[in-house]
């Protein structure tokens, strides 16, 4: 399916957030997904997965989670430097401010005439796996996909400590998440006790597990694991064309 691009302004307390909007050409409605990144913010490698997704039949919103540091368009490098930058950015950002720029974009996606109002999921990669699993709290999220998400079992996410761990019985729609065995950042038992959790917990889930490193999905580094990207992505789509049937 072609899909189009484009670029919008969303204001969130008093800082202007860009968002990425990807989408199927084809006139017509949608589910909408709303896509966080990892702490590189919006370069190449993600809008690439964002658009490949858009192409299977999703609106595609993905925000720069940074706006209140970074200036608007600002794609970090994915190299030592911007690994310290990131991480910054990441450690100086409220967890507040967080899920309010999540609540920002699932009312964008409410309102889109492309968006069925009633099928709106969420996706993101390591820091933005982390993000889109706090945004499946949210009543309005039917399902959820997690990419190697960091920072849930330890509540490493911006200033202070993150309480998603605590609230997973908050999650009442359908979760993917997927783990590689070789992640240094998220240890076996880091996903043991996401794992025991979500069990204990009841909530619907499915779990992969990649024999492949952190990040493997991002095209444009070392660790990228082709085979492991192609499985997971048909793994992806199956999930979430079955929630949104």
Same mark, same amino acid.
């Given at each position: 399916?072609? +899909?189009?691009? =484009?670029? !919008? ?11 990425? $909007?990807?989408?199927? @050409? ?7 997904? %709303? ?23 999703? !609106? ?10 970074? &200036? +608007?368009?600002?794609?970090?490098? &994915? ?12 450690? =100086? ?10 609540? *920002?974009?699932?009312?964008? %996606? @409410? ?29 309005? $999220? @039917? ?9 849930? /079992?330890?509540?490493? %996410?911006? @200033? ?7 609230? $997973? ?14 992640? &240094? ?8 006790? +996401? ?9 619907? /889930? ?5 024999? *492949?490193?952190?990040?493997?999905? =991002? ?6 694991? &082709? !085979?492991?990207?192609? *499985?997971?992505? *048909?793994?992806? +789509? $199956?999930?979430? /064309?079955? !929630?949104?049937?």
């Amino acid at each position: 399916m072609q +899909i189009i691009k =484009r670029n !919008v302004g969303l204001t969130v307390g008093n800082s202007l957030m860009r968002v990425y $909007v990807s989408s199927p @050409k084809p006139i017509g409605q949608y589910p909408g997904i %709303l896509f966080y990144s990892d702490i590189y913010q919006l370069g190449s490698p993600i809008t690439r997965l964002a658009d490949r997704l858009a192409g299977y039949g999703y !609106v595609v919103a993905a925000p720069e989670i940074f706006h209140r540091l970074e &200036p +608007i368009g600002s794609a970090i490098s &994915p190299d030592d430097l911007g690994r310290l930058r990131g991480n910054d950015n990441a450690s =100086r950002t409220a967890i507040t401010d967080y899920d309010a720029d999540t609540k *920002a974009v699932l009312d964008f %996606l @409410k309102k889109e005439e492309t968006v069925m109002p009633d099928k709106i999921g969420t996706m993101g990669f390591c820091i933005g796996g982390h993000l889109a699993f706090r945004a499946a709290f949210n009543d309005a $999220v @039917k399902a959820s996909v997690c990419c190697y998400p960091t920072g849930i /079992h330890n509540g490493k %996410l911006g @200033k202070g400590t993150a309480d998603t761990l605590e609230r $997973v019985a908050e999650l009442k729609g359908e979760l993917f998440i997927l783990f590689g065995t070789l992640d &240094p950042h998220i240890p076996e038992a880091g996903r043991t006790r +996401i794992m025991q959790e979500l069990i204990s917990t009841r909530v619907s /889930h499915t779990t992969s597990l990649y024999e *492949a490193n952190h990040t493997f999905m =991002r095209d444009d580094g070392d660790r990228f694991d &082709p !085979v492991a990207t192609d *499985a997971a992505w *048909a793994e992806i +789509i $199956v999930f979430l /064309h079955q !929630v949104f049937a």
